[in-house]
């Protein structure tokens, strides 16, 4: 079975810096897909950005960017210029590759807080 | 984008009576939902994939007997906590893709808060 595992229960970062949110995953599958969700107080679960395991190139969304390491199941998020709204739980979440649908699977989660 | 409707988004009800919630696509056809429960201060965990036309997958330790899913068509499923006990409460959210999109996120409903009294 494929687990992801987030290390940083919680992690800070002053309001303008940058934070990276690490995430590790294990899995037999060649083919798969990642994402990081975002958790505000509101509980909604929001899609911040999403990697192809086939593709070498890490996905950039705006301010937020990944470190996929493949061979290492690693699979890292970097917010850069944090902003007070992204202060939230952050969720990596792992999806196999079917023809059909699959459900993600998450980690534990790491609650980001933004000092003003 | 796409959209997910979930309903309600709390409900409070007496221990022993069931509450049903429930989940829609609104702009796109989903042959598959899933249902997950999230502690407080906790991660979602996976507890059915609800499949349109058949009956539901449970994942271990889910009592499908307490947890009824229902499917019924391409926008809906249902998923109804029967005999609610106050361990029931918790919170629990659905989430779909479009049909045989895996390569798609999932798309979340806004979750219901259950609280059983």
């Known amino acids: 079975a494929q687990t992801v595992t987030q290390s940083q229960p919680e992690m800070s970062v002053q309001e303008a810096e940058t934070v990276t949110l690490s995430c590790t995953y294990d899995?037999?599958?060649?083919?798969?897909?990642l994402f990081w969700y975002k958790q505000p107080p509101s509980r909604q679960m929001i899609l911040v950005i999403r990697?192809?395991?086939?593709?070498?190139q890490n996905a950039t969304e705006n301010r937020f960017s990944v470190n996929f390491q493949k061979a290492a199941k690693s699979f890292s998020l970097k917010i850069s210029d944090s902003q007070l709204g992204d202060a939230a739980m952050y969720f990596c979440?792992?999806?196999?590759?079917?023809?059909?649908?699959?459900?993600?699977?998450f980690g534990k989660g790491t609650r980001l807080s933004v000092i003003a | 984008g796409a959209v997910v409707s979930q309903h309600p988004s709390r409900v409070i009800c007496k221990s022993g009576t069931s509450v049903k919630i429930e989940c829609r696509s609104l702009?796109?056809?989903?042959?598959?939902m899933f249902w997950y429960r999230q502690f407080p201060k906790q991660s979602l965990m996976l507890m059915a994939t609800?499949?349109?036309?058949?009956?539901?997958?449970?994942e271990q330790g889910v009592e499908k007997d307490k947890f009824l899913i229902n499917h019924a068509s391409l926008t809906l499923s249902t998923l109804t906590v029967t005999s609610a006990h106050p361990e029931d409460s918790s919170f629990y959210i659905c989430?779909?893709?479009?049909?045989?999109?895996?390569?798609?996120?999932?798309?979340f409903g806004n979750g219901t808060r259950l609280t059983v009294t």
């Open positions: 989430s779909a893709s479009k049909q045989g999109a895996s390569d798609s996120p999932l798309h």
């Open positions: 899995t037999s599958e060649s083919d798969y897909y």
């Open positions: 990697q192809e395991a086939y593709k070498q």
């Open positions: 979440a792992y999806r196999r590759a079917y023809s059909g649908n699959t459900p993600l699977v």
């Open positions: 702009d796109f056809q989903a042959t598959t």
């Open positions: 609800s499949n349109e036309g058949s009956k539901a997958t449970y």
